[in-house]
């Protein structure tokens, strides 16, 4: 299958810094990717849809100027949680779809777990 | 004071084992389905998939079954090994929208004793 990446694997922050996660399809090329967060025993959540070229989709109750999304290049996407505090503590993770015609599979990364103390 | 989270069901199965995972999914125009494990701190991972207008799939392993009808959906992993024990989440695909994202359902907690 296809191959996702995240960066960092793990971090862990400040209250009120800002944190930066990368998302990157490895073996091929990304039009659409989607963020998830993910609290402990629980499924995971979509927070926002990350289109290449265009401004992300962000679902309701997620506050896009806190969680910026950037979509640059059609293999790498970007999550900056803004003035992280204690409650943004999760483990955040994103997908891509393989863009051809009736192919639906979205691949996921291994995740990000942010910590903010 | 205590929080109170959601507690995703538990399947615990003897080594050897058949094990069955359900879900019911929650619309009726959803043409496209995925099931994923997920083990602790990893992300979800395929495991198999199957569209609206077959009934039954099978891989190594598994297999799954979709029940249109009432909606349902389940995962079938024959002799069931310790190393299959992790969340598994069905999710489902709205066709007609674009770069749409999949809907997850809650997952189940399969425990494998050896």
């Known amino acids: 299958g296809a191959v996702v990446s995240q960066h960092p694997s793990w971090v862990i922050c400040k209250s009120g810094t800002s944190v930066k996660i990368e998302c990157r399809s490895l073996?091929?090329?990304?039009?659409?990717m989607f963020w998830y967060r993910q609290f402990p025993k629980q499924s995971l959540m979509l927070m926002a849809t990350?289109?290449?070229?265009?401004?992300?989709?962000?679902e309701q109750g997620v506050e896009k100027d806190k969680f910026l999304i950037n979509h640059a290049s059609l293999t790498l996407s970007t999550l900056t949680v803004t003035s992280a505090h204690p409650e943004d503590s999760s483990f955040y993770i994103c997908?891509?779809?393989?863009?051809?015609?009736?192919?639906?599979?979205?691949?996921f990364g291994p995740g990000t777990r942010l910590t903010v103390l | 004071g205590e929080s109170v989270g959601l507690h995703l069901p538990t399947l615990s199965v003897q080594e050897g084992d058949n094990s069955i995972i359900n879900c019911a999914y929650s619309n009726s125009a959803s043409d496209y389905f995925i099931w994923y494990k997920q083990e602790s701190g990893k992300g979800p991972q395929f495991i198999i998939d199957i569209r609206s207008n077959m009934d039954k799939r099978q891989g190594q392993r598994v297999t799954v079954l979709l029940n249109k009808t009432v909606k349902h959906l389940s995962l079938q992993i024959a002799a069931t090994q310790p190393g299959d024990s992790a969340v598994y989440f069905c999710?489902?695909?709205?066709?007609?929208?674009?770069?749409?994202?999949?809907?997850f359902g809650k997952g189940t907690t399969l425990s494998v004793s050896s």
């Open positions: 073996d091929f090329q990304a039009t659409t």
């Open positions: 997908s891509a779809r393989i863009p051809l015609p009736g192919t639906d599979t979205q691949y």
């Open positions: 990350s289109n290449e070229g265009s401004k992300a989709t962000y």
């Open positions: 999710a489902e695909n709205i066709p007609g929208m674009a770069g749409t994202a999949l809907i």
